[in-house]
């Protein structure tokens, strides 16, 4: 599954100021609700129950919190790259500055472990990793991830 499908370029967020874990969540429920229409207060309660099962932080300042909510017509995205890091209770307990936000249908089985995965493989690359470091502009954040992405599929 592209990023390019499930990544809209206004969900894409750079510089994000957030002090906690919590309010980085706050911020990526709103980003969801302003660009996919998704309702705020659901999309931060789904996240938190999904973090009481385990912190979705993979390491090396990587986070891919995600959820399954109601009425949702398909897997959507959210990405963004925080000022600063915050603490996320991450596996290597090292702070997240790049986050991945992804909301699927709830009965969304196979689609959702896919684009989980394709999220996954994406920010697991140290070199994409890099290039999103290192740009403050939110058009070059979307393209670095899926330019990379169609890159790989060709």
């Known amino acids: 599954m592209e990023l390019s499908r499930i990544l809209s370029a206004e969900a894409v967020v750079s510089q994000l100021k957030a ?3 919590k309010r980085l969540l706050q911020e990526i ?3 969801a609700e302003a660009v996919y229409a998704l309702p705020s207060r659901e999309v931060f309660t ?3 129950d999904r973090e009481l099962l385990g912190p979705t932080g993979m390491g090396n300042g990587v986070a891919i919190p995600h959820a399954r909510l109601a009425g949702l017509d398909g897997v959507k995205g959210v990405f963004v790259r925080l000022e600063k890091p915050v603490d996320y209770e991450s596996v290597d307990r090292q702070p997240v500055d790049l986050v ?3 909301f699927a249908p709830e009965g969304a089985g196979a689609d959702h472990l896919k684009a989980l995965a394709q999220v996954s493989r994406t920010l697991r690359d140290p070199a994409v990793c890099a290039k999103l470091r290192s740009s403050d502009d939110p ?6 991830l899926t330019a990379d992405q ?3 599929a060709a």
């Open 19 to 21: 002090t906690s874990k």
């Open 29 to 31: 429920a709103q980003v």
């Open 46 to 48: 789904a996240l938190q």
């Open 100 to 102: 991945f936000g992804l």
């Open 139 to 144: 058009n070059a954040l979307f393209a670095i």
């Open 150 to 152: 169609a890159s790989k």
